[in-house]
């Protein structure tokens, strides 16, 4: 059975990083997309940023360029998500996710996994 398990959200002030990552079991992904989603209250899900099976090739949302760092470690079947200078607006849940179709990178509805979510909130 497949699982996505999300860590390292928290409480953090404006300004602040935070390090998400992304573990997953039940098979490897070294050979699929993976990507990271937030949603806050109120609001749809919405694509933060994406890698390839590589590592070598990654896409980010213009919210978050030059302020979030994805990357993966196909030895631990993990992905990261490096996020500095936060914002109030970054609160959300985030999700990571696989993608194994090649479909779009930027639609939650390409992605066949899912994690349950890690709650990030920023204080003003």
């Known amino acids: 059975q497949v699982q996505l398990v999300e860590s390292g959200g928290g409480l953090v002030q404006a300004g602040g990083s935070l390090r998400l990552s992304c573990a997953a079991s039940?098979?490897?992904?070294?050979?699929?997309?993976m990507g990271w989603f937030r949603q806050a209250p109120g609001k749809e899900r919405e694509f933060v940023a994406a890698i390839s099976w590589s590592g070598g090739i990654t896409y980010y949302a213009d919210s978050v360029k030059g302020r979030f760092t994805i990357s993966r470690l196909n030895a631990k079947n993990t992905v990261y998500l490096q996020m500095n200078s936060l914002k109030p607006e970054d609160t959300a849940i985030y999700y990571c996710a696989v993608e194994e179709g090649y479909g779009s990178i930027w639609s939650p509805a390409e992605y066949d996994y899912w994690g349950q979510g890690t709650q990030v909130t920023v204080s003003s």
């Open positions: 039940g098979r490897t992904f070294s050979r699929s997309r």
